[in-house]
């Protein structure tokens, strides 16, 4: 019985311990759940690896030589966050209708760092390869 306690125990508080923070990024998801994932995988998971997985090569190799997610944020975003929201607008459906293999994303944040409330939007574009969704480029800020 003390067997059990010693070494069983453990191991079943190791995988009660497992949450879905660790669960991959599907990229068979639409486009907007993509790109809202790739972002709280950055951001409030602070996973790099999750994230640079739903990118194209090359922009998933510029990701991954941040080594940080916080980083990635701060350099690649020009954002920092301690915690954030992040949410789609509604018309980007009508523009993954229009393209069917490409999506235009835009992406509303609203957060706290460092005891503030910060505001932000970022546009995404994604490509579908083989029935998968890959976040293709970080678009210009148009505001």
Wanted: glycine share 4%; charged share 30%.
């Amino acid at each position: 019985m003390k067997f059990v306690k010693i070494f069983i125990l453990p191991f079943f508080l190791l995988l009660s311990a497992c949450t879905d923070n660790d669960k991959e990024i599907d990229a068979n998801e639409n486009p907007e759940q993509i790109s809202i994932s790739f972002f709280s995988a950055l951001y409030n998971d602070r996973d790099i690896n999750k994230a640079a997985a739903v990118c194209v090569p090359q922009l998933s190799r510029i990701i991954l030589s941040y080594r940080y997610a916080r980083g990635v944020g701060r350099h690649l975003f020009n954002m920092s966050y301690d915690h954030v929201d992040i949410k789609t607008e509604d018309t980007g459906v009508k523009v993954r209708q229009l393209f069917k293999n490409k999506a235009t994303i835009t992406i509303y944040f609203d957060g706290m760092y460092q005891n503030e409330r910060i505001k932000d939007i970022k546009r995404l574009s994604l490509i579908q390869k083989d029935g998968r969704w890959y976040i293709d480029k970080i678009l210009k800020d148009p505001f």
